[in-house]
């Protein structure tokens, strides 16, 4: 009864606190917009300026948006391959799938090229991406699950998926090499990792594949719960491992392959959130974790949108830098405390 009323509080809290950051990502950049002219403009009045409005609307609302599509996304992702490979340090970036993603967009923007004109349009649209995306980083993973069913060590399960990654890399390396000067400079600012730049019409289509996502998640919530004692336990109780399995898999992909594609990869986001969100509610069941994490995803990447905005200043630094410098001294305290997960 006591946590019941502990978890209510801290959820009340939570979605406070996302719609603050929500806020305050709007409000914040290198023009700052008071909170008063924000709350106008989003419910319907207008604002004093009319340039503030335009900013709004048209710049930092799809900002905002992309956020918590974002970190819900990848945190969902990295809960879910934490309890399938029962490994505390698995993660999208870390097992490779962001490399795999990474892969198929390479693929699609330096090798479009090749193709004759009418199937550049078709490669190079936003549909496109996202399937290249979506294969590369499913490839991987089923890779990594093949190999990880001869390894028990979960540590080597973490070697191989880095391993993955690593081989990815150096292809993608490869096509760089081959690549023109144009084709180069659009893959490398897509390495870097953006939440800005993003249509009305691409959000959209964000918003659908990471909707799909969280409700093939939603639904693998009692699969998830029974795997938290092992294969063996989950078959014993019932479970269809394999069902289950595949359309975690198919999840974990489409979550991570979507928003690679339109935000490039971004690290540590998948790997740190399911950890915070144990930490702060003290559980394992993931009728809990699942919306905890996916609020936290949210708030945490509100927040790195807002550091890499730089309030007061003309610059905006890449995402991928600033979930790195945030997330980096939380995976050095998980492997320091690894011995201690559950």
């Known amino acids: 009864m006591a946590n019941k009323k502990r978890n209510t509080i801290l ?29 106008s403009s989003l419910t319907g009045g207008q604002a004093t300026k009319s340039t503030w ?18 970190g819900t996304g990848l945190s969902i992702s990295g809960l879910l391959m934490q309890t399938l490979f029962r490994n505390p340090l698995a993660g999208p970036y870390v097992l490779g799938l962001s490399s795999g993603a990474s892969l198929g967009v390479a693929f699609v923007i330096l090798g479009a090229g090749f193709l004759p004109s009418f199937l550049q349009v078709i490669a190079l649209s936003s549909y496109g991406i996202v399937i290249a995306s ?3 980083s499913t490839l991987v ?21 880095l391993m993955f990654g690593s081989f990815t890399t150096a292809i993608v390396s490869v096509l760089t090499y081959f690549s023109t000067a144009e084709q180069l400079q659009k893959f490398t600012f897509w390495s870097m990792g953006s939440l800005g730049n993003l249509s009305w019409g691409t959000i959209v289509i964000l918003t659908v594949c990471v909707g799909i996502g969280l409700i093939l998640s939603a639904s693998s919530i009692k699969p998830l719960n029974a795997l938290l004692l092992g294969e063996n336990y989950a078959k014993s109780m019932g479970l269809n491992f394999k069902k289950a399995r595949l359309i975690i898999i198919f999840a ?15 690290a540590f986001i998948g790997l740190a959130v399911p950890h915070i969100a144990k930490l702060v509610f003290q559980t394992s069941n993931h009728t809990i974790l699942f919306w905890s994490t996916l609020f936290f995803g949210s708030i945490i990447m509100l927040f790195c949108d807002i550091v890499s905005q730089m309030p007061g200043f003309d610059v905006t630094l890449p995402i991928n830098a600033i979930t790195s410098i945030i997330g980096a001294p939380v995976v050095i305290w998980l492997l320091v405390r690894k011995r201690n997960f559950k």
């Open 53 to 70: 409005e335009y900013i709004i609307i048209n710049y930092r609302l799809p900002k905002a948006i992309t956020a918590v599509l974002v």
């Open 252 to 266: 974990t992909s489409i979550l991570s392959g979507s928003i690679t594609a339109f935000a490039g990869p971004i």
């Open 141 to 161: 993973l089923l890779l990594v699950l093949v190999v990880s069913q001869r390894l028990r060590d979960t540590m080597a399960i973490l070697i191989v998926g």
């Open 11 to 39: 959820f009340v809290v939570l979605s406070l606190g996302l719609w603050l950051m929500f806020f305050a990502s709007i409000s914040l950049g290198s023009v700052t917009i008071p909170l008063k002219e924000v709350f």
């Open 134 to 136: 979506t294969f590369g």
